[in-house]
């Protein structure tokens, strides 16, 4: 008996060892790469010392004596926080994931390798001005500074993944602009309207184009605008998992200071997004002497702010959803199949042969083809039987950090018109106010001069007749400046109506979001941060005002209802159209849209193309507003009953499924039943895939209830084929009051740092989730008085 007490002794204390030694191992990667925020350091190339000033939110406030000291220690800070998802972002542009995610991702980096982001940035490079060169360059001596450095002490995630990261050339913080334009282009799913145009007659298909959106709001009213003139999606659903197929949607509205209490503009900024964990911006504020002081929002891996203020203008973005991107078929010589026909000659392709290294040391090769126009993408897309080929916004001339450099200088509409006059790839609405009381919005896009008379096609490519023959001009582009109305806004809705001279976009939103910002604006004399707060956390819907006034007196007739079903009648009769997560109504109402969808579409597209049409996100939203608006839609009929259905017959088919799925999720108490039950949003963290992993470091953050739907102010857009997974929504809150910028609120759902043991990762994740904001403080005195750690980076002696 003593020999087996001691025997489980030992035992006990063997496990005990073990369980110690993990935790310390575990605590010990987990604070790998853990900046000193209250750090002295001599940092290399620095003129004169630097101070850096963190406040409780962790946002840095970097007082510098030189543009190229203040960009040194950005690229160093900036690479403590964010140095992994920093070299993520360098692995995308460069297609080189498939070395630390194995070979799932030979093909993704094949593609990647295919839009030539390194290309395009080296020709930009020789064109640029030497001053901004050098700001890159000094950005990237800091961020090597930290490479060295650290070296030994990386993040957990180079541990984990068994690498280090190599040093940072300003080709990388190029390549971003490649990146963002990809992630922002439109067209790349039009090729599954062509698999659908083979399958459709011309009435059916006409239900999935965007026809009624045509009548919808613009950005720019004819009447006040100023005019200068008159599937195999495989390979980029991979970004997805990463998280870094992010770009999407926003919102943006400016007011004049004859709607405000101040009786100065104010504006409010916020860029719809995908959810990750690091969330893609960084908050920073950049001060140099008396000569420079600009705040905003970073992509790590570039020392600019995408948008923000100065001392003198404010700015926020939109996406333009601009028709950037084309298919082409292209001929192909049958005698050689590396030839195309193009203009009445046989061309050869350009063949390039890639070896692509994946994790474990395995090279695979590789080769893709390109024309004049850009790569083929026709196995990407699934097309076996053509051989298709792009051009799209991203292979044009640009300089989008010229323009985001420029207008962190700019005080005045013309600098800032200036500065964006190069802003072509990265199509997007910009919002202006300054503190001379001017408002304005500029369409700053690179609009294609092409002969299109179709809303998709693909081309042929033989011929010159669909080349593109330039961009609209800068000045020819939408704008406008102090319109009489008062305010400026846009939602990423139609930019113009069609007296327009030429075709911008097709494949907008929808115009729930901008109506309910104009008529919130519309509501009051006189406005105040406060109320654009409420404004930017708004979940009024006007889709589903739509969407009842519609479908509920199609199905009032009907008297076979469940008790179930007859109380959810009741609730969708007295609801105010809030989608606040406990809403019952809500979540019978954004259900029934989605079972509208599969009654009406499925029977007639079958699982897979079914399936296809619903991950496009925008087709299933716009046959929605089409079978919404139209007094006869061709799609409700179905193909596979002898019956003739009716918007009725559909209507209340799609009901009962809806209460059928709440019943059974929900129970029978439909007082009980809430949207935030069924819809909620999760921050993930790339590597929290591996449950492990996730549990170990605590990488992710949520679930989270919080209402709104993709037709929401707050928009929180779920997957179609997914209902209840939020993979959109706000990447920040900024509002902007120009008559005291100390008054400035902004709100992340992450946090400044990647890095999990860090007090600032996710720590404004509680505030953002519960619609609050944080004070972004801008004077120095207020940077001093509330700064919770302060660094100093000095010369070399």
């Not at 853990?34 to 010392?49: A, H, Q, R």
């Not at 450095?149 to 993040?155: T, V």
């Not at 809430?674 to 949003?681: A, D, R, T, V």
Request: aromatic content about 12%.
């Amino acid at each position: 008996m003593k020999i087996l007490k001691r025997i489980a002794v030992i035992f006990i204390i063997l496990v005990i060892i073990i369980i110690t030694v993990s935790l310390i191992i575990t605590s010990r990667i987990s604070r790998r790469g853990l900046p000193d925020y209250n750090e002295k350091l001599v940092l290399d190339g620095l003129e004169s010392t630097v101070n850096v000033y963190r406040d409780e939110y962790g946002t840095p406030h970097i007082y510098a004596g030189s543009e190229h000291d203040l960009y040194l220690v950005t690229g160093y800070l900036m690479a403590q926080d964010r140095m992994w998802q920093m070299d993520l972002l360098r692995r995308v542009t460069l297609g080189r994931l498939s070395e630390i995610f194995g070979d799932d991702f030979v093909e993704t980096d094949l593609l990647l390798r295919s839009l030539r982001y390194s290309e395009k940035s080296e020709k930009i490079m020789m064109n640029t001005d030497k001053k901004i060169i050098r700001s890159i360059e000094a950005y990237c001596q800091g961020v090597n500074q930290y490479i060295r450095n650290f070296k030994g002490n990386y993040p957990f995630e180079f541990v984990l993944l068994g690498y280090e990261p190599q040093l940072w050339e300003p080709v990388h913080t190029y390549n971003l602009i490649g990146y963002m334009a990809w992630d922002l282009k439109s067209g790349w799913k039009e090729i599954t309207l062509e698999k659908l145009a083979s399958r459709l007659d011309k009435q059916h298909l006409q239900g999935l184009l965007p026809a009624e959106l045509e009548k919808t709001s613009v950005v720019f009213a004819s009447d006040e605008r100023d005019l200068m003139a008159a599937n195999r999606i495989t390979e980029l659903s991979k970004l997805e998992e990463l998280g870094m197929d992010i770009f999407e949607g926003s919102n943006n509205w400016a007011v004049s200071g004859s709607k405000t209490e101040s009786g100065m503009p104010i504006l409010a900024n916020d860029m719809h997004l995908s959810f990750n964990i690091p969330g893609i911006w960084m908050q920073i504020h950049q001060v140099i002497n008396n000569s420079f002081n600009c705040t905003g929002l970073a992509l790590p891996g570039q020392p600019f702010l995408i948008v923000g203020h100065n001392d003198s203008i404010a700015w926020g973005m939109t996406n333009t959803y601009t028709d950037n991107l084309d298919y082409y078929e292209e001929k192909i010589n049958p005698e050689d199949s590396n030839q195309y026909f193009y203009l009445n000659n046989w061309h050869d392709f350009i063949i390039q042969d890639e070896i692509i290294r994946s994790k474990g040391g395995s090279d695979h090769h590789r080769t893709y083809r390109l024309n004049h126009r850009g790569p083929v993408v026709s196995e990407v897309k699934g097309i076996p039987d053509k051989v298709v080929t792009i051009h799209w916004v991203g292979d044009e001339p640009s300089n989008e950090l010229r323009s985001i450099y420029l207008v962190n200088r700019a005080s005045n509409w013309d600098e800032f018109r200036d500065a964006f006059a190069t802003f072509r790839s990265i199509s997007q609405n910009i919002a202006y106010a300054d503190r001379e009381g001017n408002i304005g919005i500029y369409c700053c896009a690179g609009v294609p001069l092409r002969n299109r008379d179709t809303v998709f096609a693909v081309l042929p490519g033989w011929t010159d007749e669909y080349d593109w023959k330039g961009m609209v001009p800068f000045d020819e582009l939408p704008h406008e400046f102090n319109p009489v109305r008062g305010y400026v806004s846009s939602a990423n809705n139609k930019t113009v109506d069609n007296a327009y001279p030429y075709h911008i976009s097709t494949w907008y939103s929808e115009p729930y979001r901008i109506d309910r910002i104009r008529e919130l604006l519309e509501k009051k004399e006189r406005y105040t941060v406060s109320d654009f707060m409420n404004i930017q956390n708004d979940r009024v819907s006007k889709f589903s005002q739509l969407f009842l006034s519609r479908l509920l007196p199609e199905i009032k007739h009907f008297d076979d209802w469940s008790s179930e079903e007859a109380l959810a009648l009741d609730l969708l009769d007295a609801w105010d159209y809030d989608m606040s997560p406990k809403k019952a109504a809500a979540s019978v109402c954004e259900l029934w849209s989605y079972y509208l969808l599969v009654s009406v579409f499925e029977d007639e597209l079958g699982d897979s193309l079914f399936g296809e049409f619903l991950a496009t996100g925008n087709l299933p939203r716009i046959a929605l507003a089409n079978l919404l608006h139209s007094e006869e839609f061709v799609w409700i009929d179905k193909i596979n009953t002898e019956q003739e259905e009716t918007l009725a017959d559909v209507a209340a088919e799609s009901f009962r499924s809806t209460i059928h799925e709440l019943v059974n999720k929900q129970g029978s108490d439909t007082t009980g039943w809430q949207w935030g039950k069924i819809e909620s949003l999760t921050l993930e963290h790339p590597l929290a895939k591996v449950e492990a992993l996730n549990r170990i470091f605590k990488l992710n953050r949520g679930p989270y209830a919080v209402g709104g739907s993709y037709h929401t102010i707050a928009q929180y857009r779920f997957q179609w084929f997914k209902p209840g997974k939020i993979d959109l929504g706000p990447s920040h809150r900024s509002i902007y009051d120009l008559s005291d910028w100390d008054r400035m609120v902004s709100v992340i759902p992450t946090g400044n740092s990647g890095i999990p043991s860090s007090e600032f990762y996710c720590n404004q994740t509680n505030m953002y989730i519960n619609g609050e904001y944080h004070p972004d403080r801008f004077s120095e005195d207020q940077v001093k008085e509330y700064a919770v750690y302060i660094a100093t980076y000095s010369p070399t002696e």
